[in-house]
Every structure is written in C-alpha cells, then in structure tokens.
C-alpha cells in the first residue's frame, strides 16, 4: 500500500503522492511542494523514509512545523496525521494504486482507501474525546467532518427540547425553521457568516422529517429535491446530510456540501459521515452532562459561599454574645480583682477573702506560704500566682516534698553528677535550677527532714544550689512558694520546722478554707468536675438531680477538692443518664444522713472538737480504702487520691496496721 498527501492550500485541493524520495517543502523553487507564503521558509521541512517509516524533518524553520497541532522537530508519522507548514495543511492517507517510486508531487486522483479512512476517523475521535466545552466541541465536530469527506462547507443544527424527532415510523414533521444553526465553517477553519441563509433549509427538513441521511451527487437533478427553492438559488452539487442520533430521538444535523463540485461524495463517505455522526452524538451527550456538573458545582458554589456568609454572621452574633459575656465576666471578675484566676471556682464568702490575699500578693516576688487542708488545690493557688506574677515568663516547677525520702528529695531539687550514688549514672539537673527565672512550689513542706529544711534556707538565704556529690556551687534565681496542710507555727513551737525558714517561707501568706466551709461551692464545682472527668474518660456526663446536690452539700469532705472530684470521676463511670443516690460512695450517703441506706453512723464521742472528727474520718477513709483495697497500699492511694509516701506516713500516724 502506498501513501498519498491531501493538500489543502489557498481554497484548494489536490492530492501528492509519497514515493521513495524525500518530500521537501519551502519557498524555494526547488522543493517538491513549493508553498507561496511568507510564514514559510525558503527550506522549511523535509518528509522522508527511514527504512519502512515516514518522518517529518523541520529544516530550521522560523515559523517551526507543526504535526496535529503541535510544533515539532521531527516526528515520526502515522496515518490521519495533519502535517501544518504556515497556511498549507497536508493530511496523511494510503492508497492501493502506486507505489514509492512514483515522483512526488504527482496528482492522482482523490480517494480514500478503507485503512487512511480508519485512521483519519480514529484520530478524529480521539480529539472530541479531549474536549468537554460544548461551544469548541461543536466547532471541532463541523471541522472535523469537514475534514473526512472532504467538503467544502459544514453545518452543524441542533434540536431543541421541543424540537426533538422520534426516529422511525413514528417521526414527527418539525419545522426546521426552528432548530437552531449552532456552527457554520469552511473548509479553511473560518466561521460562516449568516449561516441559516447559506444552507438549504429544505433539505434539513427531509432529513429530519424521515429520520435518515441524505446524499446527493448533483443536487440540482436530484428529483427527490425538486421543488427545493433553497437548492436552485444556492446553486448546490454535491451534498451529505447526516442525523446526530439520541437515545429516543434525533440530537441534531451535520449537513455537508460542495457548491461547485458534483460527485464529490461517495456512499463510502455517507458511511464514514453517519458513524462519525454517532461519535458526535455521544462527545456532545458527554459535554452536556459536564456543563450540567459544572452548573451545578458553581450553585453548590454559590450556596457554600451563602453558607459561610450565614456562618460569618452567625460567628459576628456569637462574638457579640461573647462580648457581652465578656462585659459580664468583667463585672463580676470585679469582686475577684484584676488578675487572672481562672481555673478556681468559688463564689462564697470564704473563697471572696481568697481572692482577696490573692490580688495583694500577685505582683510581689517575695516567697508565699499556702496553706490548706489536704485536697484543698494549694497547687491550683500557686499556679495562679505564678500565671500572675512579674515570672509569669518563667518555668512553673513542683515538688511534693512528703512523696520522696530525703536522699532522693534532695537529688530532685538540687540536682547530682554521675556517680554521686548507686543509680547516678549521669549528671541531672535539679528542680532549682529548671526553676531558673521562674517559680519552684514545694507542697508538704512540713514534712521535710531537719536536714533537708536547712538545705532549703540556704537557697533562700544566699541563692546557691551545691550539687549531689560534687562542689559545684550554682547561682539560682527562684521564688519559693510553699504548701503544707501541717500547722507549720505550732511545728516551730514543737522545734520539728526550723523557725529561719519559716519566717522565709511565710513572708507572705495564702489560707485556704476546707471544701466543707463553701459548702455554696459545692454544686459548681461538682458541675465544672464532672464535666472534666466526662472529658478525660470519653464518656457523657451524668444529670446532677437535686437531691445528689444536696447530699452531696451535707457530706463534711474530709478529702475536700480531691475527694469530690474523685466522687465525680466514680459517677462518671457509674452512672447512667442521671446521677442517682445509690449512685454515690457509702461514706457520702452515711455522713448526709441518707434515711434509707444502713450502716453505722460516723463516731461523734469527739463532735465538740472538729480536728478529732477530721482524724476520725481522715482514719475510717483509710481503711475502708484499704479494705476495698484489700491491703494493697498502691491501690488504696489512688482512691484516696494521695502518693502512697504519703499514705505510709498517714498509717504510721494513726497507727493503722496493715497485711504483710
């Protein structure tokens, strides 16, 4: 099979022939195809064989060469493809009737064989695949068609709604007045102008009134088209008019024409036509499902941004709200100061002389002495001062001085080298010196060793840390704030705490009432616990009914913060919706005097003298503790929510024994 160029230059066609020597393309006089353009060099390309292939060589070219639209150097070339040099096109085809050594430029006669035909077709149709805008589509398909048979004009008609033809026998008989010319080219690519008036209305009107396609060689003597004044007065020839298929109905018309030429069409061209018209059919089915997905994404577009214009006002009302929330919280923060004390919650009278000391003794940078009953939030007091004070930048560093035995105390604040004992197998830095700049709160300073307080006044005295096992002396800079729920005044008189350091530690000084005299706090901290507790747990927290609040206000809190929000965490777990009464621990229910519960009553041999009740309840918590428990101390500690250093203390006090 030998191969063949069509090529369409200057509103012309004609046919080369691709024989064994190279097809050389320029201004030049000696080239095989002499192109009259400006946009073409005088040697601008070169077609030729390379063993059983065809390439296209650019020669340099200032306007480059172009293979189905795209510039190239060199390509190797298939059958279909449109090779473009300035204004000439010449599309690639295969013929039967020659071989390589006819000369080119020899002009044969223009037909198609069935495999050029198969490869204009495919390439053609891979390129309405790519498109998806329905208005280039449209173009591409008339251009396209054009381009298959070999027409000099396309047409391309689409039906509206309520236009639409049923194929077959039950075909309507629609005005064609009415549907619509969407597209009108000629074979150079251009736009027709006031197309409805350059195509023979009447013949569209056959085609869509019988459903089929219609080919005539010379229109003008075709009696199935007498009496068609639109074919008289445009003087038509040759015409190919082609249904676009729908599913129920036809989609539309692609009419093809030759003015001048009769016979330019064949019966294979009608095939080539009609399937290409089925192709149309589904690339512009696609483009209109695209179009209604691009419509309705830009009106989920405009109902989003609607959205979040709600949302924006919405916000603004919130931030309003929240305004006049703020307003509000300033109001009432009057009664508390000007400082932050977020995070403690109270409202009673004794909590109002809490946040009284405390708004005296923020911005001072002297050493405070807190002190409170265990489980009463001393920690929560010194944070508090801290995020207030001048060092709010600092580090916050805590020790619990009754958790640790001296030797390891002393290691946890003032630090160690390697090999100052067993264990130190590499320097470590202490709590004092992390405390840099900022604030070191020792809590239980009561229990302290003599040894270990007189340590603790040198740091206060000269700002000195000396390390475990080493003389190296650092240089620290920390403020001290102090807690103990031991009577430290009553230790001096005793000679159990150094009075040097008491009047160090207590040179300012917080006291913090026991839960049970703000018993008006209760159902607010209550709340505010358990919403925490359902936090860290992950679970709903539980209605608090009043008669939960109230026995819970009746219970005296020997544990006071910490015990109830230990009682909160155990309801979390629990309770199941709403909180009930048998909900709630058995040293609750006795102390509020539930009526319908048993068990004995809390000892009251010693109810003149409130530090005995405490002991009394602080003892009995312990062993029911550690009965639940069942002697492990570990186990008994977290329900008490106390380390078990401090629990061993509490045992060794009361004199409580224990399994071995």
């Not at 577009?301 to 919280?329: P, T, W, Y």
């Amino acid at each position: 099979m030998g191969m063949q160029w069509k090529v369409i230059e200057d509103n012309t066609r004609r046919t080369l022939e691709m024989g064994s020597e190279p097809l050389t393309i320029g201004r030049a006089q000696g080239n095989s195809l002499q192109v009259q353009d400006t946009l073409v060099s005088r040697e601008h390309s070169r077609i030729e064989w390379r063993g059983e292939d065809l390439w296209v060589v650019d020669l340099g070219s200032s306007n480059g060469t172009r293979v189905n639209g795209s510039r190239v150097d060199r390509k190797q070339l298939t059958l279909g493809d449109e090779v473009a040099v300035g204004s000439v096109r010449l599309i690639l085809e295969g013929q039967s009737t020659s071989d390589r050594s006819a000369d080119p430029g020899t002009v044969v006669e223009d037909t198609n064989s069935q495999a050029g035909d198969l490869a204009v077709f495919a390439r053609l149709t891979r390129e309405l695949a790519r498109e998806t805008d329905l208005g280039p589509l449209l173009r591409q398909i008339v251009d396209s068609a054009i381009a298959l048979v070999g027409s000099e004009r396309g047409f391309l008609m689409l039906a509206d709604k309520d236009q639409a033809v049923v194929q077959g026998d039950q075909a309507g008989s629609p005005d064609p007045t009415k549907w619509q010319v969407h597209v009108a080219r000629n074979f150079n690519q251009e736009d027709i102008p006031v197309p409805r008036t350059r195509v023979s209305m009447g013949i569209m009107g056959k085609v869509i009134e019988e459903g089929r396609a219609l080919l005539t060689v010379d229109a003008g003597q075709d009696e199935r088209l007498t009496n068609m004044a639109s074919v008289e007065d445009l003087r038509l020839r040759s015409v190919l008019c082609v249904p676009i298929p729908g599913e129920a109905h036809i989609r539309g018309l692609i009419y093809l024409d030759n003015r001048m030429q009769m016979g330019a069409f064949e019966s294979r061209d009608l095939e080539l036509a009609g399937l290409f018209a089925a192709q149309a059919s589904v690339a512009i089915r696609t483009a209109r499902l695209i179009t209604r997905l691009r419509e309705q994404n830009q009106r989920l577009e405009v109902s989003r941004k609607a959205i979040e214009s709600l949302n924006d006002q919405l916000g603004r009302k919130v931030r309003d709200r929240e305004g006049e929330l703020a307003v509000a919280r300033k109001e009432l923060g009057r009664e508390r100061g000007r400082h932050d004390h977020s995070g403690i919650i109270g409202s009673s009278d004794a909590m109002k002389k809490v946040f009284d000391q405390l708004e005296r003794i923020m911005d001072s940078e002297l050493p405070v002495l807190i002190v409170g009953e265990s489980g009463t939030g001393k920690e929560l007091i010194a944070r508090a001062i801290c995020r207030n004070s001048p060092r709010k930048k600092g580090s916050f560093v805590s020790e619990n001085c009754a958790a640790l035995p001296d030797s390891l105390l002393e290691s946890e604040l003032f630090g160690h080298v390697r090999g100052a004992f067993t264990g130190a197998y590499k320097n470590k830095r202490g709590l004092l010196e992390q405390a840099h700049g900022g604030t070191l709160f020792l809590d239980e300073v009561g229990d302290m060793s003599p040894e270990m307080q007189k340590k603790i006044l040198r740091v206060l005295q000269e700002g000195e840390v000396r390390l475990v096992g080493s003389d190296k002396v650092l240089k620290v800079d920390v403020r001290i704030l102090a807690a103990s729920n031991r009577d430290l005044e009553a230790m001096v008189s005793e000679g159990s705490f150094r009075e040097d350091l008491y009047y160090r530690l207590a040179v300012l000084r917080v006291d913090l009432p026991p839960l049970r005299e703000r018993g008006d706090d209760i159902p607010l901290l209550a709340e505010s616990l358990l919403g925490r507790a359902s936090r860290e747990a992950g679970l709903p927290a539980p209605g608090l009914p009043h008669e939960v609040l109230a026995a819970l206000a009746r219970h005296n809190w020997p544990g006071n913060v910490r015990e109830l929000e230990n009682e909160m965490r155990r309801l979390v777990v629990l309770a199941q919706g709403v909180a009930r009464l048998d909900d709630l621990s058995s040293g609750i229910l006795r102390s509020s005097g539930t009526p319908h519960l048993t068990g004995s009553p809390p000892s009251t041999q010693d109810a003149g003298d409130i530090k005995l009740a405490v002991a009394d309840l602080e003892r009995r918590s312990i062993e029911t503790a550690l009965t639940q428990a069942k002697g492990n101390k570990s186990q008994a500690a977290r329900a008490l929510g106390i380390s078990r250093f401090a629990l061993q203390r509490k045992l060794e006090k009361y004199g409580i024994p224990t399994q071995k």
